[in-house]
């Protein structure tokens, strides 16, 4: 299946490879053979993917739902999960199309490697050139290793972390590591325990992100590794899995309740398209998770001359890492504020408001209809920037980045100034929102109008409120 603008199409190609997988997979033993450079064994490529036949096919290269016969908590909790999601996501299919053209192929696997890693380390999804001159890639999507992206055999296959950046890691594709390598687990099928496994490290190798002309595109893991969670003190401490992987009491397979870990992978993150499983329930943790991690204040400060001054600040709390933190480029957390006049009623100052698409007026050229609009706008996200050091949109453009972002434990605030003459009354009135979405309409946008995103695939980005607050004051 080739990705193109606004498309998924079955090409005649990857059926005749779809068939050749079948035939060669009837006689792979899977029983490993000299390492190779990507941490995979000989032998074991895209030939074994398609294989009906479990009993031969690598451990490594197992659908989610081989898995989920036995571990069915484990496997209900990720089907909802953003992992799950990962290449089923219509903007990083269009940006994926739109990143291969414009760079003639270099991109490569750059993306793909951690939206589908077993893809990308098992080369199942090629770059190459057509006979018309562009640049595509092949990207079945009736694979479950790259249609279902971030799959059991990710991380449980791991055998070994390089480097906590730009999926630096190895596989192992015979044997499956678990937490603890049981007895019990030993007669499923070949387990080790594996020590990265419930480290952060192995979070880190995806969520970690430099592009291939050095720009910071996501941070998380050194951000967590800076923060108080990993102070070294076993009674704070918290790592990844401890937030985004909570433990509770469940079946580890059916018949045998333990102790297990949630894989729900809750983030920041939605999904976009209308029958993605458990997309309202997604929904309510997003919002439970985001209204847990910032503490929102309005105060009276000091008057000037002409102007009552508002101060609005915000403080990233019970989090250990940035807010927001992942592909900050495309995130945006914000402050809207309106002070209204008590004795008129009249809305007399707004910020943080947005224009008739749906943007945030943040004085950049090109992002919103009227971009000087709101000089005030407190917002916080990260800025890319070109070769020319003009501002680009997407990640494979940048050449740097520049993060406007609140670290754990740190307050940011705006001071508003409301003019004297514009309030009537004895008191005002201040109600604050710290506001989240995942991506701003402008981005969409460009997909769309440059045909890698059919127009209305996604309905509106949610926004969300992670915290509100009114305020009334005296101002005589």
């Given at each position: 299946?080739?990705?193109?603008?606004?498309?998924?199409?079955?090409?005649?190609?990857?059926?005749?490879?779809?068939?050749?997988?079948?035939?060669?997979?009837?006689?792979?033993?899977?029983?490993?053979?000299?390492?190779?450079?990507n941490?995979?064994?000989?032998?074991?490529?895209?030939?074994?993917?398609?294989?009906?036949?479990?009993?031969?096919?690598p451990?490594?290269?197992?659908?989610?739902?081989?898995?989920?016969?036995?571990?069915?908590?484990?496997?209900?909790?990720?089907?909802?999960?953003?992992?799950?999601?990962?290449?089923?996501?219509?903007?990083?299919?269009?940006?994926?199309?739109?990143?291969?053209?414009?760079?003639?192929?270099?991109?490569?696997?750059?993306?793909?490697?951690?939206?589908?890693?077993i893809?990308?380390?098992?080369?199942?999804?090629?770059?190459?050139?057509?006979?018309?001159?562009?640049?595509?890639?092949?990207?079945?999507?009736?694979?479950?290793?790259?249609?279902?992206?971030?799959?059991?055999?990710?991380?449980?296959?791991?055998?070994?972390?390089?480097?906590?950046?730009?999926?630096?890691?190895?596989?192992?594709?015979?044997?499956?590591?678990?937490?603890?390598?049981?007895?019990?687990?030993?007669?499923?099928?070949?387990?080790?325990?594996?020590?990265?496994?419930?480290?952060?490290?192995?979070?880190?190798?995806?969520?970690?992100?430099?592009?291939?002309?050095?720009?910071?595109?996501?941070?998380?893991?050194?951000?967590?590794?800076?923060?108080?969670?990993?102070?070294?003190?076993?009674?704070?401490?918290?790592?990844?899995?401890d937030?985004?992987?909570?433990?509770?009491?469940?079946?580890?397979?059916?018949?045998t309740?333990?102790d297990?870990?949630?894989?729900?992978?809750?983030g920041?993150?939605?999904?976009?398209?209308?029958?993605?499983?458990?997309?309202?329930?997604?929904?309510?943790?997003?919002?439970?998770?985001?209204?847990?991690?910032?503490?929102?204040?309005v105060?009276?400060?000091?008057?000037?001359?002409?102007s009552?001054?508002?101060?609005?600040?915000?403080?990233?709390?019970?989090?250990?890492?940035?807010?927001?933190?992942?592909?900050?480029?495309?995130?945006?957390?914000?402050?809207?504020?309106?002070?209204?006049?008590?004795?008129?009623?009249?809305?007399?100052?707004?910020?943080?408001?947005?224009?008739?698409?749906?943007?945030?007026?943040?004085?950049?050229?090109?992002?919103?209809?009227?971009?000087?609009?709101?000089?005030?706008?407190?917002?916080?996200?990260?800025l890319?920037?070109?070769?020319?050091?003009?501002?680009?949109?997407?990640p494979?453009?940048?050449?740097?980045?520049?993060?406007?972002?609140?670290?754990?434990?740190?307050?940011?605030?705006?001071?508003?100034?409301?003019p004297?003459?514009?309030?009537?009354g004895?008191?005002?009135?201040?109600?604050?929102?710290?506001?989240?979405?995942?991506?701003?309409?402008?981005?969409?946008?460009?997909?769309?109008?440059?045909?890698?995103?059919?127009?209305?695939?996604?309905?509106?980005?949610?926004?969300i409120?992670?915290?509100?607050l009114?305020?009334?004051?005296?101002?005589?």
């Amino acid at each position: 299946m080739t990705l193109t603008p606004a498309t998924t199409l079955l090409s005649r190609a990857s059926l005749l490879a779809l068939i050749a997988c079948l035939a060669a997979c009837a006689d792979s033993e899977g029983d490993g053979g000299e390492a190779t450079s990507n941490g995979a064994t000989g032998g074991t490529t895209a030939e074994t993917t398609a294989s009906n036949d479990v009993e031969t096919t690598p451990n490594a290269l197992q659908s989610p739902e081989y898995c989920g016969q036995c571990h069915t908590a484990h496997y209900d909790d990720w089907e909802g999960s953003m992992h799950a999601y990962a290449t089923q996501d219509p903007v990083f299919q269009a940006m994926l199309v739109k990143g291969i053209l414009e760079t003639e192929g270099k991109l490569d696997q750059f993306c793909i490697q951690c939206h589908a890693p077993i893809a990308a380390k098992f080369e199942l999804s090629p770059v190459y050139e057509d006979d018309d001159g562009a640049w595509r890639v092949d990207f079945d999507m009736n694979n479950p290793l790259i249609g279902r992206g971030v799959v059991c055999t990710s991380c449980h296959s791991m055998s070994e972390v390089e480097a906590t950046v730009n999926a630096e890691f190895k596989l192992d594709p015979n044997i499956i590591h678990g937490p603890n390598g049981s007895a019990a687990a030993q007669e499923a099928h070949p387990t080790v325990k594996s020590e990265s496994l419930t480290s952060s490290t192995m979070c880190g190798t995806c969520h970690n992100v430099v592009n291939p002309k050095g720009a910071l595109l996501e941070n998380t893991f050194s951000e967590w590794y800076a923060s108080e969670f990993n102070s070294g003190d076993p009674n704070t401490d918290k790592s990844c899995q401890d937030c985004h992987m909570p433990a509770a009491r469940g079946e580890i397979v059916e018949g045998t309740e333990a102790d297990i870990h949630r894989h729900r992978f809750v983030g920041v993150d939605l999904a976009l398209i209308d029958d993605f499983p458990d997309k309202e329930e997604q929904l309510q943790l997003v919002t439970d998770l985001l209204r847990s991690c910032v503490r929102l204040e309005v105060n009276r400060t000091e008057d000037h001359d002409d102007s009552y001054a508002i101060r609005v600040s915000m403080t990233n709390i019970n989090n250990g890492h940035a807010l927001p933190s992942g592909s900050t480029a495309d995130r945006q957390v914000w402050v809207h504020i309106t002070v209204t006049d008590d004795a008129t009623g009249e809305v007399v100052y707004e910020s943080g408001m947005m224009d008739e698409n749906g943007d945030l007026m943040d004085r950049i050229t090109g992002h919103s209809t009227n971009p000087e609009g709101d000089p005030d706008l407190l917002m916080y996200s990260s800025l890319l920037f070109g070769d020319n050091d003009q501002h680009v949109t997407f990640p494979w453009q940048a050449a740097r980045s520049f993060e406007i972002l609140l670290q754990p434990g740190q307050t940011g605030w705006r001071e508003y100034l409301i003019p004297h003459d514009r309030i009537q009354g004895d008191q005002l009135t201040v109600q604050a929102r710290v506001r989240y979405r995942t991506f701003p309409p402008f981005l969409i946008r460009e997909l769309e109008e440059e045909g890698f995103l059919e127009p209305g695939l996604i309905g509106e980005i949610p926004i969300i409120d992670m915290a509100e607050l009114t305020e009334t004051f005296s101002v005589r």
